[in-house]
């Protein structure tokens, strides 16, 4: 072997490959291996350059001790082959190369030995991935250095390694989970990983539902020609098959893949991580070491990521469901607040969260039923579609159906419960409508059709025996029951022919003034004492209206009004003009009606007031059909009330045919 030069230049440094060869040619030698303990992370925070000076200093050093072979085992570290005869002294060799470069090299190093004796130490170096023999703990088959102040110098070398190992790592944790984005993390790590491995171009690619994709791309531009480009696909999907690294060269660079592994104990492959080096040398051992450490931080960043979108997501959805939403922790203290369960029950979020749902939403009466449901919800994991009375944030009582979930962590532990509830207070309200509604077809049908069927039957039974007097009596009756008769029927057909397609309007000029006079007329003969008055503004034009229709308004306001009015009193009909509509008015001087009955009115089947006036006959349609056909007009309709106030009814219809009308 030729002499090194005095500069100790790398060309006077035996090759991995080449150094092997020397290996095989020296059974029974022993082999010195020396590593600078800084130097990855100088190549990190310097450059490629100055690692690479360094290396050539070492080995200046180095070969003005000895003569004999020196070899570079990796890009790290290199290696004196002492002659065979020098075996007996490998502890004393190894201390003195020690001492020696304590003097003569002003970095810390790591010193280990190991006999020449198997093909598979030989294999190790020629491949440059055998690491610090008998000082980082992965000694060939028969360390040396037994004296304790060697192996106390091995263990603080390792423990440095280990250290700077982790402080690099530390850098790359940094840069992932310090930014908001993946992608922004991505890219900031990316120039870490780049400077901490040597690499000259890095790509990181996840699996997804539509295939791998590519997350990050950053690097030299040789790496991104299609040549490049099609050889690092072939490296991903070799490495996502085998979920194992795979070192892949060509003529000019080298591609390495490293595995991002998930599921349960790394089952699968959720990405790769790709480094390219431009000279085609694959990554040493600690390099290596270091990729798949990354690829453990990436997989985290994966997670992490998606467990925030997925937060979102979920956050989003129950944001902007109009059902309520209310996560709780196992006390039942309220962490997550929905907008549905703001809007439902009134309370904000700063007098919700933290608080228990006992202590503001759930009365004293219900406490006890909901105690339950939480305890079947806690044992079985769920209590579906259970009925239960909430509070308002005004205490008023607001009926819900709930489902009651609780959620559990991977490992089958509970930590939270989840309540989605929704408001069935219209529901209530429809279920009550149509009892009501059976209620009111099966009397007030039934009344007059049994009137009309009992006088009818005692007539043809007796016709002979009663005179003309008797004969007028009940042919009256059974008229006027036959008329009452056929206005609750046209009151459900007019409600069906409404809802299936509106009302179809007949326009005409309508004079509201004579309309009102001859609906009045027919009303007096049977107001039953009470007086009807009317006063309409003068010149009031006529508006385009559909006259049986408004005359349908109007007989319906003034049919309420003298139904609910006392004896001898009085119901006033009024028409003004109200900038560009006509305004009718019916007022009468009954019980009045309270606010929440005020809110309802229209609702179709209600009928307001007290059990008193609910024993008058009504279907609770006619305000329904009198505020459709007004705003099928374009028109509104309002009413103004209160407890012993009596009841002003106003509409107001157009003067002008509203466009599309």
């Not at 039923?369 to 009582?397: M, N, P, Y």
């Given at each position: 072997?030729?002499?090194?030069?005095?500069?100790?230049?790398?060309?006077?440094?035996?090759?991995?490959?080449?150094?092997?060869?020397?290996?095989?040619?020296?059974?029974?030698?022993?082999?010195?291996?020396?590593?600078?303990?800084?130097?990855?992370?100088?190549?990190?925070?310097?450059?490629?350059?100055?690692?690479?000076?360094?290396?050539?200093?070492?080995?200046?050093?180095?070969?003005?001790?000895?003569?004999?072979?020196?070899?570079?085992?990796?890009?790290?570290?290199?290696?004196?082959?002492?002659?065979?005869?020098?075996?007996?002294?490998?502890?004393?060799?190894?201390?003195?190369?020690?001492?020696?470069?304590?003097?003569?090299?002003?970095?810390?190093?790591?010193?280990?030995?190991?006999?020449?004796?198997?093909?598979?130490?030989?294999?190790?170096?020629?491949?440059?991935?055998?690491?610090?023999?008998?000082?980082?703990?992965?000694?060939?088959?028969?360390?040396?250095?037994?004296?304790?102040?060697?192996?106390?110098?091995?263990?603080?070398?390792?423990?440095?390694?280990?250290?700077?190992?982790?402080?690099?790592?530390?850098?790359?944790?940094?840069?992932?989970?310090?930014?908001?984005?993946?992608?922004?993390?991505?890219?900031?790590?990316?120039?870490?990983?780049?400077?901490?491995?040597?690499?000259?171009?890095?790509?990181?690619?996840?699996?997804?539902?539509?295939?791998?994709?590519?997350?990050?791309?950053?690097?030299?531009?040789?790496?991104?020609?299609?040549?490049?480009?099609?050889?690092?696909?072939?490296?991903?999907?070799?490495?996502?098959?085998?979920?194992?690294?795979?070192?892949?060269?060509?003529?000019?660079?080298?591609?390495?893949?490293?595995?991002?592994?998930?599921?349960?104990?790394?089952?699968?492959?959720?990405?790769?991580?790709?480094?390219?080096?431009?000279?085609?040398?694959?990554?040493?051992?600690?390099?290596?070491?270091?990729?798949?450490?990354?690829?453990?931080?990436?997989?985290?960043?994966?997670?992490?990521?998606?467990?925030?979108?997925?937060?979102?997501?979920?956050?989003?959805?129950?944001?902007?469901?109009?059902?309520?939403?209310?996560?709780?922790?196992?006390?039942?203290?309220?962490?997550?607040?929905?907008?549905?369960?703001?809007?439902?029950?009134?309370?904000?979020?700063?007098?919700?969260?933290?608080?228990?749902?006992?202590?503001?939403?759930?009365?004293?009466?219900?406490?006890?039923?909901?105690?339950?449901?939480?305890?079947?919800?806690?044992?079985?994991?769920?209590?579906?579609?259970?009925?239960?009375?909430?509070?308002?944030?005004?205490?008023?009582?607001?009926?819900?159906?709930?489902?009651?979930?609780?959620?559990?962590?991977?490992?089958?532990?509970?930590?939270?419960?989840?309540?989605?509830?929704?408001?069935?207070?219209?529901?209530?309200?429809?279920?009550?409508?149509?009892?009501?509604?059976?209620?009111?077809?099966?009397?007030?049908?039934?009344?007059?059709?049994?009137?009309?069927?009992?006088?009818?039957?005692?007539?043809?039974?007796?016709?002979?025996?009663?005179?003309?007097?008797?004969?007028?009596?009940?042919?009256?009756?059974?008229?006027?029951?036959?008329?009452?008769?056929?206005?609750?029927?046209?009151?459900?057909?007019?409600?069906?022919?409404?809802?299936?397609?509106?009302?179809?309007?007949?326009?005409?000029?309508?004079?509201?003034?004579?309309?009102?006079?001859?609906?009045?007329?027919?009303?007096?003969?049977?107001?039953?004492?009470?007086?009807?008055?009317?006063?309409?503004?003068?010149?009031?034009?006529?508006?385009?209206?559909?006259?049986?229709?408004?005359?349908?308004?109007?007989?319906?306001?003034?049919?309420?009004?003298?139904?609910?009015?006392?004896?001898?009193?009085?119901?006033?009909?009024?028409?003004?003009?109200?900038?560009?509509?006509?305004?009718?008015?019916?007022?009468?001087q009954g019980p009045g009606i309270d606010e929440a009955g005020l809110k309802r009115l229209f609702e179709k089947f209600y009928r307001a007031g007290d059990p008193l006036t609910r024993r008058l006959p009504g279907t609770g349609l006619g305000l329904y059909i009198a505020k459709t056909l007004v705003e099928a007009h374009g028109g509104r309709i309002r009413a103004q009330s209160g407890p012993g106030k009596g009841t002003r009814f106003s509409f107001t219809l157009p003067l002008a045919v509203p466009e599309g009308g």
């Open positions: 072997m030729a002499p090194h030069s005095a500069d100790g230049s790398s060309e006077n440094v035996l090759s991995g490959g080449r150094f092997g060869d020397a290996l095989a040619r020296s059974p029974g030698a022993l082999l010195l291996a020396v590593r600078i303990d800084r130097l990855p992370g100088i190549r990190a925070e310097r450059g490629e350059a100055t690692a690479e000076k360094l290396v050539r200093s070492l080995a200046r050093a180095l070969s003005l001790r000895w003569g004999h072979p020196l070899g570079r085992l990796s890009a790290d570290m290199l290696g004196i082959l002492l002659p065979k005869e020098a075996g007996a002294s490998a502890a004393a060799e190894a201390q003195g190369l020690r001492d020696f470069l304590r003097r003569q090299f002003r970095f810390t190093v790591s010193v280990g030995a190991a006999f020449v004796r198997d093909a598979r130490l030989e294999e190790a170096i020629a491949d440059g991935e055998k690491t610090m023999l008998g000082a980082s703990g992965e000694a060939g088959p028969e360390p040396v250095l037994g004296d304790g102040a060697g192996r106390r110098s091995a263990a603080a070398s390792s423990l440095a390694e280990r250290y700077q190992r982790l402080s690099l790592l530390n850098r790359v944790a940094v840069e992932l989970f310090s930014k908001e984005g993946l992608e922004e993390s991505l890219a900031a790590a990316g120039h870490v990983i780049l400077a901490l491995t040597g690499a000259k171009y890095l790509s990181i690619s996840q699996d997804g539902a539509g295939g791998i994709r590519l997350r990050h791309r950053h690097g030299d531009k040789e790496f991104t020609e299609e040549r490049m480009a099609e050889a690092e696909g072939r490296l991903i999907a070799q490495v996502r098959q085998d979920r194992s690294p795979f070192w892949l060269v060509s003529r000019r660079a080298g591609l390495h893949g490293t595995p991002i592994l998930g599921g349960r104990g790394g089952a699968s492959a959720e990405g790769v991580l790709v480094t390219g080096y431009p000279r085609g040398e694959p990554p040493d051992a600690d390099a290596v070491r270091l990729l798949s450490d990354i690829a453990l931080l990436l997989h985290n960043a994966f997670a992490v990521d998606s467990s925030l979108r997925q937060q979102k997501t979920l956050a989003a959805v129950t944001e902007q469901s109009a059902d309520p939403i209310v996560l709780m922790d196992l006390e039942g203290r309220v962490s997550a607040w929905s907008r549905g369960a703001r809007e439902t029950f009134g309370f904000p979020p700063e007098k919700a969260l933290g608080r228990r749902i006992a202590e503001f939403l759930i009365p004293p009466d219900q406490q006890e039923h909901c105690e339950r449901v939480w305890a079947e919800a806690s044992r079985k994991g769920l209590a579906r579609e259970f009925e239960c009375l909430l509070w308002t944030i005004d205490a008023q009582a607001v009926p819900v159906e709930a489902t009651l979930t609780r959620i559990e962590d991977e490992r089958g532990r509970p930590f939270a419960m989840v309540a989605v509830m929704r408001d069935i207070s219209r529901r209530r309200e429809i279920e009550r409508l149509r009892t009501e509604f059976v209620n009111m077809v099966s009397h007030d049908l039934r009344t007059p059709l049994t009137s009309i069927r009992g006088f009818a039957e005692t007539m043809v039974e007796n016709w002979k025996d009663f005179d003309e007097e008797q004969k007028k009596h009940y042919l009256g009756i059974i008229e006027r029951e036959s008329k009452r008769l056929g206005r609750l029927v046209n009151d459900f057909l007019d409600v069906a022919k409404l809802e299936a397609g509106g009302a179809r309007i007949r326009r005409g000029p309508v004079d509201l003034a004579a309309l009102s006079a001859r609906v009045a007329e027919t009303f007096q003969a049977q107001a039953g004492g009470v007086g009807i008055e009317l006063a309409f503004e003068e010149g009031l034009p006529p508006v385009p209206a559909d006259a049986d229709q408004v005359q349908r308004v109007l007989v319906n306001l003034l049919g309420n009004a003298l139904k609910y009015s006392p004896e001898k009193g009085v119901v006033r009909v009024l028409g003004r003009r109200a900038g560009d509509d006509a305004e009718v008015t019916v007022e009468d």
